[in-house]
């Protein structure tokens, strides 16, 4: 599903240079749950932003699918990333005037589905995660977990391919953490591909594959067939 | 006080740190105050402050009222109905007369002459007025008597420029129309009576003739009276209007004779025509005021944003919630009393500029500014200080000190709340903004509408130039002044790039310059009591196609038209519309009083002509034109017409005129567009500032815009981030961006729409042939806004659309 060859990313710092990812080389299968972990400033969060194509300082190769990332512009970035991927921020980035379903229409606002069809998509989140009780609520009248189970029904809300995930547990006590992670992993055995970042070894686990991040250098790629399963 | 002083001295030190702000501040409010401290000063010192005179309260001018209606109700006062008032009347305790003219100057010494404006008045103007010349004396009755010696008073600025204020200019002879004068006194630098730029005083029943000044409808004198103590104006007006209707009953064949008098304090009669553009001048400088103090609010609250961190930890440390508040108010009086003192000194420069340029206008010389004027300065920038210190300081949010003190998130409600209040203070701005726009565009249009007005004739490359025969040298009636004017004709058509040049006793644009009646000869007589009376012109025969006015019908004077053999007349089309409705004028009999005193008893229509405005603000009139070279008008206006830059002919025609007399001023050297813009001068003047406060309230509202939009975009960002990571493309937030920053600029224009069409009405008498609810100006205004709003936010909301949203993101 995606696939990264020799990815780097710097940034000018005055006359220097300063390198956050060196030649990455990552394949990401569809179903995927994958981990990214490393100590701050390792790369983590960087290596996100590109696979969400916000950022487009990188050099490298970036396939998603059939589709050569790297040769297209940024608005092709942006609708291709429109279409296929949902994000998940830690500090959740609901917006504070906006309801709970409003905020779970904000990314189907952004495509040309009529109104109607979207109300229709709302609802059945809505639904599905649970909060139909809370959908004319504002974010500030929700608990962190209620804003992140929001958080995550927005970024699922289009039917994403890819599900990225940075810090999503990062703001929560333990056991809101355990419930969105139980939420991920159901997502993710409906098909959807995740990758998240996180510190936590205990959210790793409910994931398939652990990549990890060293100054920037990609030091470890493990993947484990019963990983996910394990977590209770 | 100390905490005060504390307080002040740390206010200072912040504005130091942040000198773009605390300059920018400053010259808003520098602008605002000055603007409105230099209009009140002109108000105050023009419309406000009694006139100079000894207990002006009681002085009345005096006008007949002529026939019903609102047209002549306040009509300049005859001779002979004058003298009725002086004799019969018991309320006033003295009556003066006088009447304006333009008279030349010369000197004995080999001075060149010049043309200035004289009053002749009645030896006892200055008494009434309770005024004293300041060198020599005034007049006394015996100077004010038919074949006395001539005697005149300077004003003190001719006797400064022209005699160098030398005091020995008493008992001097200096020649006035060519008659010896002398000189008698100087009056009051101060002093200005009837009009600002009156610069010669001569006794009026020494000056003009009996015939002229004991008539009871020659209406060219102006009266004013000194009231008797204990008599209301209303029982003086009673008084005289009692007197007047017994002469016009003793007199029923004269039609011209009034009914009735009326009256009106003399400073309303001296201000009047200037009192409304001033006072609606005066409202668009509170309004800039005001769009000032609220752009100064919204930088400060923009401000207290940015120190909310900081006042937070204040609150934290034990500062009270009125130490705070007074802290905003310091730094609020601070910017306003520095702006206020630089906005003082603006006002100073400005009413000078304004008595410099416009000296002409009424007590002009009064304007300065005061210990009131300080007062009022004092006043406006406590009022400045308290409205956008207020309006911050109670916005300021100094209650959640924890929530800020741990909150680093643009994103909290306290921020909405502020960019909230900017918006509705920018609304206002906005709204304020459009009025004035408004009110602007439709003095523009007024006076572009004036100024395309189509006189009746060529207005392209036509000199004009003024001259009067002086009565001694070139008596009228008689061929003196005939022969000057043909004589001069002449020789001006031979001059190299003359095309045609022709004489008349006012061009158009000059003004009414009198009317007269007549009586169509072959028309039955009148019913008693009733007349015909129209404009009425002296010209040669080449007149009309130097000044490019078509003859319709007929053709122009005979060759042959000269002195008591000069028995035809041309008429305007408006003239022949009127008095010859459905005939066929040519050939008709007009008797004209002023042709018969030259033995002319009647005047054959030879001819009709385009119709001509006699002012650019008027209608086309009826006129009727006599030939010049009857000898009966000694004055008039040379007009030049050329195909290359006329104006270059200005020198070469006076010298023309010094050769054929070298003591006869030429006043008024102008082409036809110059003498249109200056007969247009109040209109321009009035749209040039109305227009400059306009567009300055413009430039306020686009930076309020611009930084209110700039405030919003650097409180969004973490949410632009979001939307971009979440799917929004950069058109999107574009869009997003402008619509906020919009919102205000487009309520305060439905707003500033409907106030505008409440008040505008205000100014009707200003306009000329505009509706004060033009639908094309207030279009123009909503465009012009909307584009220069949009204009102001494109910057901030482009560069929301090109925020990167992993920076953007990172912010929260």
Redesign the interface.
């Known amino acids: 599903m995606i696939e990264l060859k020799n990815i780097e990313r710097s940034y000018k710092t005055g006359h220097t240079e300063e390198w956050v990812l060196r030649r990455i080389g990552l394949t990401i299968r569809e179903g995927d749950f994958v981990t990214i972990m490393g100590p701050s400033g390792a790369g983590k969060s960087s290596l996100l932003?590109i696979l969400?194509m916000?950022?487009d300082g990188w050099k490298g190769e970036y396939w998603f699918g059939e589709t050569a990332v790297h040769t297209l512009n940024r608005?092709q970035r942006?609708d291709l990333?429109?279409e296929r991927i949902g994000?998940v921020?830690q500090?959740y980035?609901l917006?504070?005037?906006l309801t709970v379903a409003e905020n779970i229409d904000?990314?189907l606002s952004?495509?040309n589905i009529p109104g109607k069809d979207r109300a229709g998509m709302v609802a059945d989140i809505l639904d599905r995660f649970q909060v139909v009780a809370k959908k004319d609520l504002f974010p500030n009248q929700l608990s962190g977990g209620q804003q992140q189970l929001v958080g995550i029904a927005?970024a699922v809300v289009h039917a994403p391919a890819l599900l990225l995930a940075d810090e999503p547990t990062g703001n929560l006590h333990s056991t809101q953490a355990r419930e969105i992670m139980e939420l991920f992993r159901d997502l993710n055995r409906q098909g959807t591909t995740i990758v998240q970042v996180t510190h936590s070894e205990e959210n790793a686990r409910y994931g398939k594959r652990i990549v990890e991040l060293r100054d920037g250098w990609m030091t470890r790629d493990e993947t484990f067939q019963t990983a996910a399963a394990e977590v209770k | 006080m100390n905490t005060l002083l504390h307080d002040l001295h740390y206010a200072v030190r912040r504005l130091q740190r942040a000198p773009g702000f605390a300059l920018m501040a400053i010259l808003v409010m520098a602008l605002g105050i000055g603007a409105n401290v230099a209009l009140f000063t002109v108000v105050r010192s023009v419309l406000l402050k009694p006139l100079p005179f000894k207990d002006p309260s009681r002085l009345l001018m005096l006008y007949e009222q002529t026939l019903v209606g609102d047209e002549y109700a306040y009509n300049n006062v005859a001779g002979g109905i004058y003298a009725a008032w002086v004799t019969q009347n018991h309320s006033f305790s003295s009556l003066a007369l006088s009447r304006v003219t333009e008279v030349g100057l010369s000197g004995s010494g080999g001075d060149l002459p010049e043309t200035l404006k004289n009053a002749e008045v009645s030896s006892n103007l200055f008494s009434t007025l309770g005024v004293e010349p300041a060198l020599g004396r005034g007049f006394t009755a015996a100077d004010d008597t038919a074949g006395a010696n001539g005697t005149a008073v300077l004003s003190w600025s001719l006797w400064k420029r022209r005699f160098g204020g030398d005091p020995g200019v008493v008992n001097k002879t200096v020649y006035i129309d060519a008659k010896p004068y002398t000189v008698i006194g100087v009056m009051p630098a101060w002093f200005e009576y009837p009009e600002a730029t009156t610069q010669i005083w001569i006794p009026v029943y020494q000056s003009d003739p009996e015939r002229m000044i004991s008539a009871l409808d020659n209406h060219m004198y102006r009266a004013v009276g000194r009231l008797k103590p204990g008599v209301t104006p209303q029982q003086a007006t009673a008084d005289l209007a009692v007197i007047t209707r017994q002469l016009h009953d003793a007199h029923l064949d004269n039609p011209f004779v009034s009914f009735s008098a009326n009256s009106r304090p003399l400073l309303e009669h001296m201000v009047g025509p200037i009192q409304r553009p001033l006072y609606v001048l005066l409202a668009a400088t509170s309004c800039l005021l005001l769009i000032a103090c609220l752009n100064v609010a919204n930088l400060l609250v923009a401000r207290a944003a940015a120190r909310r961190k900081e006042l937070a930890i204040r609150a934290a440390l034990g500062s009270s919630r009125t130490r705070l508040f007074r802290e905003h108010l310091i730094e609020s009086f601070l910017l306003a009393a520095v702006g206020g003192a630089a906005g003082l000194a603006f006002a100073y420069g400005a009413t000078s500029w304004l008595v410099n340029i416009r000296h002409d206008m009424a007590r002009a010389n009064s304007i300065h500014i005061d210990g009131v004027v300080a007062a009022f300065a004092v006043g406006r920038v406590a009022l400045c200080a308290l409205v956008a210190g207020l309006i911050s300081a109670l916005n300021a949010d100094n209650k959640n000190v924890l929530t800020t003190l741990h909150e680093s998130s643009n994103?909290h409600?306290a921020g909405?709340q502020r960019a909230q209040l900017r918006k509705i203070l920018l609304a206002a701005e906005v709204g304020l903004t459009v009025v004035l726009l408004v009110g602007a565009s439709l003095l523009i249009k007024s006076y572009e509408r004036l100024r395309t007005t189509d006189m009746g004739c060529a207005t392209n490359n036509v000199l004009t130039m003024r001259l009067s025969l002086p009565y001694a040298r070139y008596k009228t009636p008689g061929p003196a002044a005939a022969t000057f004017v043909s004589t001069l004709l002449e020789r001006v058509r031979t001059l190299p790039g003359v095309e045609a040049a022709g004489f008349v006793t006012a061009v158009p644009g000059q003004g009414y310059y009198g009317d007269e009646s007549f009586k169509i000869v072959e028309d039955p007589p009148l019913p008693q009591g009733q007349a015909q009376f129209a404009i009425y012109r002296y010209s040669d025969p080449g007149y009309f196609a130097a000044m490019g006015i078509p003859i319709l019908r007929g053709h122009t004077f005979d060759d042959g038209q000269m002195l008591d053999h000069a028995d035809e007349v041309i008429i305007s089309e408006s003239f022949a519309r009127k008095f010859f409705p459905g005939e066929d004028p040519i050939g008709k009999h007009i008797r004209f009083s002023e042709q018969q005193t030259v033995g002319v008893n009647s005047s054959i229509v030879v001819g009709v002509v385009g119709d001509t405005r006699y002012s650019i603000g008027e209608p086309a009139a009826a006129i009727q034109y006599y030939p010049i070279y009857t000898g009966t008008e000694s004055y008039g206006a040379l007009v030049i017409r050329s195909s290359r830059d006329v104006a270059q002919l200005a020198m070469p025609v006076q010298r023309v005129i010094q050769g054929m007399d070298r003591d006869l001023p030429v006043a008024d050297v102008l082409t036809m567009d110059q003498l249109l813009g200056k007969s247009t001068l109040d209109q321009s003047f009035n749209t040039t500032l109305l227009s400059s406060f306009a567009l300055l309230s413009l430039l306020l509202a686009a930076v309020g815009l611009f930084g209110v939009l700039s405030y919003i975009v650097a409180q969004r960002t973490?949410?632009i981030g979001?939307?971009?990571?979440?799917?929004?493309?950069?058109q999107?937030v574009l869009r997003l961006m402008l619509v906020d920053g919009l919102w205000p600029a487009f309520a305060g224009l439905v707003l500033g729409l409907a106030a505008s069409a409440a008040t505008v009405r205000l100014m009707r008498s200003m306009l000329y042939e505009t509706q004060p609810l033009d639908p094309m100006v207030f279009a123009a205004v909503t465009g012009t806004l909307l584009l220069v709003a949009a204009i102001a936010c494109l910057a901030p909301a482009w560069r929301a659309s090109r925020l990167d949203?992993?920076q953007a993101?990172r912010t929260?």
């Open positions: 932003n969400a916000l950022d608005k942006g990333a429109r994000m921020f500090s980035h917006l504070d005037d904000l990314p952004y495509k927005r | 994103m409600s909405k973490s949410e979001i939307r971009i990571a979440l799917g929004a493309q950069r999107e949203p992993v993101l929260e």
